[in-house]
């Protein structure tokens, strides 16, 4: 009985899920282009929101660093 209870406490905890509409409003919600960005304190240095051509460079520099050519050869 109390295995059964357990469980039924373990299936419903899965409801309680907070909707994800009501967050803040610096979550980039897809209506805009990414490099316009949120503006939370989270960003990047060296790069502003709605700065195109930064946001391109820190792209490129971040996926340099999942190159494995370039971790090998240092």
Known sequence: M???LLAVVLALAGCGEVS??????A???G???AYKGART?????????GDKAAWDRQV???????????????
């Not at 994800?20 to 409003?25: D, E, N």
């Not at 304190?41 to 929101?49: E, L, M, Y």
């Not at 490129?60 to 240092?74: A, C, S």
């Open 31 to 33: 209506d805009e282009p």
């Open 2 to 4: 109390k295995t059964f």
């Open 41 to 49: 304190a989270q960003v990047a240095k060296g790069w502003t929101p």
């Open 60 to 74: 490129r520099e971040r996926g340099q660093l999942q190159n494995e050519y370039q971790k090998t050869n240092r």
């Open 27 to 29: 979550v980039n919600r």
């Open 20 to 25: 994800q509409s009501k967050q803040g409003s």
